[in-house]
């Protein structure tokens, strides 16, 4: 299953990271989790977030334990870099999952349609090809694009986020326009995804 969609040194990485207990507070969300579960493209890297604190001084020296380590980026309860060749990075996530997680392998991976309503946050931030390319997938093959968005606004209740920007940004493709596709197992065009969004969301009234 695995093997579909990650490199065979991503796979060897997240079974150190499983064996070893690395992972037990965290759950695999972003890109890799989705296509774990959904198989529609490739991804190269892990996202683990979790609703505890993060020792990241502690967390770094049980990495460096395991392998090699070359952090990129760390801050309070965030770290990211690269565990042997795999980009990884452990967040503190105070947003709740809205459902239970998926077990695969032993590690506990976010439900996607709480990963499209992550997509929609990182959209409004700034949206790359591939969150744009996730969020299709999971609109088309999970949930319509109205009833993800409903779930949105549950999960950030306590965000005072405004849906007009949120909106806006799920059709601004100028950013993402100048990245490559992903390595696709589905097939899919960049227009075929544009304008499934300027359909499903363009026509969304407040």
Known sequence: MLQETVSSETKND????TK??????????????LAFQLKHRLSIDLDFFSNKDIDTKM????????????VEKESQNSMAGYFNSTLVSFIKYDYPCLFAFKE???VSVADPRDIGCMKIDAISSRGTKRDFIDLFFI???VLPAVKLLNLFKKKYVAVNFNMIHILKSLLY???AEKEPLP?????VSWD????????EFGNIKL
Not at 59 to 70: A, D, H, P, V, Y
Not at 183 to 187: C, P, S, V
Not at 192 to 199: A, Y
Request: net charge positive; proline share 0%; with cysteine.
């Open 14 to 17: 997240l079974e150190i990271l």
């Open 59 to 70: 967390l770094i020296q049980n990495l460096k334990n395991l392998g090699k380590i070359s």
């Open 139 to 141: 609109c088309k093959l």
């Open 192 to 199: 075929e995804v544009k304008e499934f969004f300027l359909k």
């Open 173 to 175: 493709f100028e950013d």
């Open 104 to 106: 695969i392998n032993g």
């Open 183 to 187: 390595k696709m197992i589905k097939t």
């Open 20 to 33: 070893a207990g690395i992972i037990k507070d965290y759950y695999l969300a972003g890109g890799t989790g």
